[in-house]
T-cell receptor
Framework: DGGITQSPKYLFRKEGQNVTLSCEQN?????MYWYRQDPGQGLRLIYY???????QKGDIAEGYSVSREKKESFPLTVTSAQKNPTAFYLC????????????FGPGTRLLVL | AQTVTQSQPEMSVQEAETVTLSCTYD???????LFWYKQPPSRQMILVIR??????QNATENRFSVNFQKAAKSFSLKISDSQLGDAAMYFC????????????FGKGTKLTVNP
């Protein structure tokens, strides 16, 4: 089955710790995105990548980092510089330069201990 | 920058009735896409319906339809014959044609369906 997988489903972070959220897709999509969702808020863009080995900051990139070494994978690292990381994180992918919409993974909930 | 506003934080509807969710947006672009996404308690984002700005005809998908008013920058979602499974958060989203192609979301409307 084609789709987007995110792992883990739940993740706990200790103070000062970096954690990495996984996002994998087998849809052969060029573009991948990371969004953050807080209670009472819509999704906000953290980072996006439209091609392998290239990525761009979104609206709330501070305290986060990404890499795009493979087309299928777009991991997100939440660094210790992100002071309020508790949120629901959604990964999405799409065909670049297309009218097609983005398809979303099931999400990862990050909690701070 | 584009913005999307959903003025109804919560709505409720009786099963089998019709409900309309409101969305307005602000943009200086003439060509773009608009979407409605559904997020049930599982939190999986599910595309409900899509509208291309250059198309005057309102999009429909089974019981879901939109009222797209480009001049007014309005994009409402109508759900007919509401079902219990329609209960969810609904998000309106805007996407430019080209560029980053990122989605700009409203804050959502929580829809409750009463039996």
């Amino acid at each position: 089955d084609g789709g987007i997988t995110q792992s883990p489903k739940y993740l706990f972070r200790k103070e000062g710790q970096n954690v990495t959220l996984s996002c994998e897709q087998n849809l052969n999509h060029d573009a991948m995105y990371w969004y953050r969702q807080d209670p009472g808020q819509g999704l906000r863009l953290i980072y996006y990548s439209q091609i392998v080995n290239d990525f761009q900051k979104g609206d709330i990139a501070e305290g986060y980092s990404v890499s795009r070494e493979k087309k299928e994978s777009f991991p997100l690292t939440v660094t210790s510089a992100q002071k309020n990381p508790t949120a629901f994180y959604l990964c999405a992918s799409s065909i670049a330069n297309s009218q097609e919409t983005q398809y979303f993974g099931p999400g990862t909930r990050l909690l701070v201990l | 920058a584009q913005t999307v506003t959903q003025s109804q934080p919560e709505m409720s509807v009786q099963e089998a009735e019709t409900v309309t969710l409101s969305c307005t947006y602000d943009t200086s672009e003439s060509d773009y896409y608009l979407f409605w996404y559904k997020q049930p308690p599982s939190r999986q984002m599910i595309l409900v319906i899509r509208q291309e700005a250059y198309k005057q005809q309102n999009a429909t998908e089974n019981r879901f339809s939109v009222n797209f008013q480009k001049a007014a920058k309005s994009f409402s979602l109508k759900i007919s014959d509401s079902q219990l499974g329609d209960a969810a958060m609904y998000f309106c989203a805007y996407r430019s044609r080209g560029g980053s192609e990122k989605l700009v979301f409203g804050k959502g409307t929580k829809l409750t369906v009463n039996p």
